[in-house]
């Protein structure tokens, strides 16, 4: 193959770049890496191309397909702050089973399948699937309109840059970090206790059977998930006075980090005139 892609297959909304080179790839009966070089003679991998693309690659890429460079940024992870990229998986987390295209299995995959802090489809609304795991029980039914509220508030920080008063995405790092729970438990097995435990009091059970999670690695699984959305949306809709109360649940480093990451967000909140609002949980 050489110069511009005879054959262009029809787009799938919301598709990974990576995902329509693979359909491409198969269609032309080439290796993927094989695709990828033809269009993107420098290209690394699959991987590095979905989340470094740049404007020039993408230029040149819409000339190869037959559209143009937004179209191809959009099904990339390249314009999201790199922050954003820690909630975002290496491989496909969950999927929509409604919004699965043709009968091939595992078919396209969307953007939105490795998007961490999902747990609804943005196409049809409907709860994704976990791929990896299978049928879960839902821990966190309870908090299921705050998890979506959540959701959306990251959604809006990770795709388009809205915030209100904070980072929702800092925010939901900071619930992930440990703290020290009371009364103090008599096994000590304090790798379980979260941020996100005092605000989500189910949550310390929860993860006394599935293990730990830490901010550096905060994709929690899917039937977990809305746990920490939902403290998101609780935390957002009280304001910077809650975090002051929250940093009395962290010690040793973790109080520090904690509360050299939000010192800057209270202590304004306590200066502005007004009734003030607390929610203690």
């Known amino acids: 193959m050489n110069g ?72 990339t992870f390249a314009n999201v702050q790199s922050s954003v990229h820690r909630f975002i998986s290496k491989e496909p987390l969950q999927r929509c089973s409604n919004c699965k295209s043709g009968p091939s299995d595992p078919g396209p995959i969307l953007r939105s399948d490795m998007q961490g802090w999902r747990i609804t489809c943005p196409h049809c609304c409907r709860p994704f699937q976990d791929i990896a795991q299978g049928d879960h029980s839902h821990p966190f039914d309870q908090y299921h309109a705050a998890a979506l509220r959540g959701e959306k508030l990251l959604d809006d920080d990770a795709e388009r840059g809205i915030q209100t008063w904070t980072r929702p995405l800092e925010l939901a790092r900071l619930l992930l970090m440990r703290r020290v729970p009371c009364p103090f438990p008599r096994n000590a097995e304090l790798w379980r206790y979260r941020v996100l435990g005092v605000v989500i009091p189910d949550l310390d059970d929860v993860i006394a059977k599935e293990g730990s999670f830490s901010p550096k690695h905060p994709i929690l699984p899917l039937h977990i998930r809305p746990a920490l959305l939902a403290g998101v949306a609780i935390v957002e809709r009280a304001g910077p006075e809650m975090l002051q109360m929250l940093q009395a649940h962290t010690f040793g480093h973790n109080r520090n980090r904690f509360i050299e990451e939000t010192d800057h967000l209270i202590n304004p909140a306590f200066g502005l005139p007004g009734p003030r609002q607390m929610q203690l949980i």
């Open 4 to 75: 511009r892609i005879p054959v262009v297959l029809p787009p799938v909304a919301g598709e990974l770049f990576s995902s329509s080179i693979v359909r491409h790839a198969a269609f032309y009966g080439v290796p993927s890496l094989t695709m990828l070089r033809h269009c993107l003679p420098e290209a690394v991998s699959l991987h590095v191309a979905d989340r470094t693309l740049s404007r020039d690659q993408a230029n040149r890429l819409a000339e190869m397909f037959s559209t143009d460079a937004k179209t191809v940024l959009r099904m």
